[in-house]
């Protein structure tokens, strides 16, 4: 089945490949967030947790962001907001 792939893989796998526009590259990377997601949640194995990163990375460099930056962006929000150490269950009134 036809699908993104890390840009390595036709070199060690073969196969044919080509590069897509701007529009079918962000359409794929959100296919293949949902896919990396969906093997993580099955698995529970930190490696696939490096792939999401990986596509989330690629998205954010779409939208002129650089991984440095979203980490900054993901620091602000955590102070602003918090993080998940305390392990919170909230169910509003």
Do not use: C, N
């Not at 460099?61 to 993080?83: F, I, P």
């Amino acid at each position: 089945m036809p699908k993104l792939v890390r840009d390595r893989i036709p070199e060690l796998f073969g196969g044919h490949s080509r590069p897509l526009d701007e529009t079918e590259y962000r359409h794929a990377l959100r296919e293949k967030l949902q896919e990396e997601v969906a093997e993580f949640l099955e698995s529970g194995d930190v490696l696939e947790l490096a792939d999401i990163l990986e596509v989330v990375y690629a998205l954010a460099k779409l939208d002129g962001v650089s991984s440095a930056e979203l980490e900054q962006r993901r620091a602000a929000k955590a102070e602003e907001r918090g993080s998940f150490e305390r392990r919170l269950w909230w169910e509003p009134e």
